[in-house]
């Protein structure tokens, strides 16, 4: 029992060394993504259209722009790539959501995070998955 308790110890102890280590690692990326449906230049287009009454099942694919502050006209960053779906039946809960993050600008230029995720309604603050 004894050594048991002393394993488990040294696994958390091994944990809290990895975390403080990761944490140390941590990198902090700040951005903006605007995501335009229509006008001249839109940055997604419905690709599958839905057979149901809502938009449950439709397809889209963006190619909207990342900047470092919040009007379009700031720096361009970046760019977000990839696809979303309308896969909750109520189309106002969530979206699937597939994407590349390019980034195009300093130290992180050439650098890509990818997302798989679920992007919910629900909440004022949307946090995805990075993969």
Do not use: C, W
């Amino acid at each position: 029992m004894a050594s048991s308790s002393l394993s488990l110890l040294a696994i958390l102890v091994a944990l809290l060394a990895l975390a403080a280590e990761a944490d140390k690692n941590t990198t902090h990326i700040h951005f903006f993504l605007h995501n335009n449906e229509g006008g001249l230049n839109p940055t997604v287009v419905k690709v599958v259209g839905s057979r149901s009454q809502s938009s449950f099942g439709g397809i889209y694919v963006f190619d909207d722009p990342l900047t470092e502050g919040p009007d379009l006209a700031s720096k361009l960053i970046g760019r977000a790539q990839g696809s979303y779906v309308v896969a909750a039946q109520d189309p106002s809960s969530a979206l699937l959501v597939t994407a590349n993050l390019v980034f195009t600008e300093r130290m992180y230029n050439g650098s890509t995070l990818a997302l798989l995720s679920r992007l919910s309604f629900d909440t004022p603050v949307a946090e995805l998955s990075v993969v």
